[in-house]
């Protein structure tokens, strides 16, 4: 009965959740298009173009332990305002980069207020949310994610389809990020303890521990989502022969994201994390081996929805197993840690699958995309869906 009368679409939930919109708008409208953007204005290879760009996610990944021990010791709305503040400015300092050694310095600075801006605006989104609606919630967030990746790409694309500009795209990136930061002013958040006076600063203070094994795990899906998400414009023109279709895969995507958060909403609410987790997994594993298996129309679309389905249920599962088994003032750490995991998979994917395509060339990049991809549902399956369930701190989720 309590679930019923406490309400999950509170107001402040509702802006935490636009500004998560606002800030993963801003990043995937450049996404699909920075390796056109590099390889065209600045003549970079392949190799050269993925070094540039796991630049950035290198730099969010070695923001995130720290900010998520910062966001759980000290005021948050305050954290949350300054990382959003320097992630929207750092917009800026793509219009100003004239040199691809310029542009890689801003675009490696540039990962470390994501990185930490990402924490804290999920943690948020925590705070706020009534406790009986917590996991629920945590599932229905990343529905703004979802949106963003659809709408993003598809945006970006279409402009610079039209237009051929560059500046546009990072100038409509800059507003919209500056809108996130003034809806996020606005929210408001309950008082929570702090983490003071400790004795020593311990590494379980940055990255939780006793989730080690499920952030492991979910290093194996961001390598495979970093290549796909990279390489996936320059695959469709190079090897397909499709100039317009990055976007309209990123809306399916999306859309199949989107369908499977609202599918496995109720899953989520009777805590049944392993099955969500272990469901996603494998429907994204058949769409990762359909993009490369099948290299025509149907596989290239069809794929994007599985890969949509799947890691629609795999996310939300994975971030909520890393908080079940995190104590309550480990939130922090518990979002950072399974982001970090998130970013380093990223990292490796988009460095190696740019010196894999340099070399081998994509066909043979994303054959490594689906093969690491097995072995990530091989490992759960095997390992890590037992390591949740011996360390989970919630009886009611399993």
């Known amino acids: 009965m309590e679930t019923k009368r406490e309400r999950l679409w509170n107001k402040n939930y509702c802006k935490v959740m636009f500004a998560n919109f606002a800030l993963f708008f801003a990043f995937y409208i450049l996404t699909p298009l920075l390796p056109l953007y590099l390889s065209e204005e600045f003549h970079a290879t392949k190799d050269v173009i993925g070094i540039v760009l796991s630049g950035y996610t290198a730099t969010a990944l070695i923001a995130r332990p720290f900010s998520g021990f910062i966001v759980d010791s000290f005021r948050r709305k305050t954290v949350l305002m300054i990382c959003f503040s320097l992630f929207s400015i750092f917009f800026a300092g793509y219009l100003a980069a004239s040199t691809l050694l310029l542009f890689t310095i801003i675009r490696t600075l540039h990962g ?29 967030y990343g529905l703004s994610n979802n949106l963003s990746m659809a709408i993003g790409p598809t945006i970006g694309i279409f402009i610079y389809k039209y237009t051929h500009s560059f500046e546009l795209l990072f100038w409509i990136a800059l507003i919209v990020a500056f809108i996130g930061l003034a809806v996020d002013a606005s929210v408001e958040i309950p008082e929570k303890e702090i983490v003071k006076n ?10 939780l521990l006793r989730g080690w094994l499920i952030g492991l795990n979910m290093v194996a899906f961001g390598f495979c989502f970093g290549v796909l998400s990279n390489y996936l414009a320059i695959y469709g023109k190079e090897v397909m022969g499709i100039t317009g279709g990055t976007g309209t895969y990123f809306m399916l995507l999306s859309i199949g994201l989107m369908l499977s958060r609202i599918q496995g909403a109720p899953a989520l609410r009777k ?8 469901e996603g997994m494998l429907i994204s594993l058949v769409g990762y081996t359909l993009f490369i298996a099948c290299p025509n129309m149907i596989g290239y679309y069809g794929s994007s929805i599985l890969i949509g389905l799947g890691n629609g249920h795999m996310w939300p599962a994975f971030q909520n197993m890393c908080i079940n088994v995190a104590r309550n003032n480990q939130r922090g750490t518990a979002n950072s840690t399974i982001l970090i995991s998130w970013d380093i998979g990223m990292g490796i994917g988009i460095l190696i699958g740019g010196v894999v395509a340099e070399h081998l060339g994509y066909a043979t990049a994303f054959w490594t995309v689906a093969l690491i991809n097995a072995i990530g549902v091989g490992t759960y399956f095997a390992y890590t869906k037992k390591f949740f369930l011996q360390r989970n701190l919630n009886e009611q989720v399993k």
């Open 271 to 278: 805590g049944r994390l392993t099955h969500n987790a272990g």
């Open 198 to 207: 400790k004795a020593k600063i311990s590494l379980d203070r940055f990255f």
């Open 112 to 140: 470390a207020p994501f990185g930490a801006l990402t924490v804290a605006n999920s943690t948020v989104a925590i705070d706020v949310l009534p406790s009986s609606r917590r996991t629920e919630g945590i599932g229905f």
